[in-house]
């Protein structure tokens, strides 16, 4: 079970961190993401992490501007947000899934864990 937690109303330029915390242990196995879905659009990837290694993926939409991070210890994963705009308005939805491959690294379908979502909101 994911639980995500963070968002807010902010102004462009802002940063927030958004938070998702893993009911247990977050296996070596699993990558983990960051999905936002605006009103009206398809839900979207935004990055990922890889619990083996470490690596990051990114949308080129937020490449710069986000970084996504875990913490083992805490089962928690991190999403730093800076630089705001108003188009990241969007429901941040937090993911895990096992084996992901890499071609499949920004697709819904490869997560099979998702949180209930947080809202973040920016104001221009």
């Known amino acids: 079970q994911l639980q995500a937690s963070g968002g807010g109303l902010v102004q462009a330029g802002d940063s927030l961190r958004l938070s998702c915390v893993a009911s247990?242990?977050?296996?070596?196995?699993?990558?983990t993401g960051w999905f936002r879905q605006a009103p009206g659009k398809e839900r979207e990837f935004v990055a990922a992490?890889?619990?083996?290694?470490?690596?990051?993926y990114y949308a080129d939409s937020v490449k710069g501007r986000f970084s996504i991070s875990g913490d083992n210890a805490m089962n928690t994963m991190f999403l730093q947000m800076n630089s705001l705009q108003p188009e990241d308005t969007a429901v941040y939805y937090c993911?895990?899934?096992?084996?992901?491959?890499?071609?499949?690294?920004?697709?819904?379908?490869?997560?099979?864990?998702w949180g209930q979502g947080t809202l973040v909101t920016v104001s221009s």
């Open positions: 993911a895990a899934g096992s084996g992901v491959i890499l071609s499949s690294i920004g697709r819904r379908s490869a997560y099979g864990y």
């Open positions: 247990g242990r977050i296996s070596r196995s699993y990558t």
């Open positions: 992490i890889r619990w083996s290694g470490g690596s990051t």
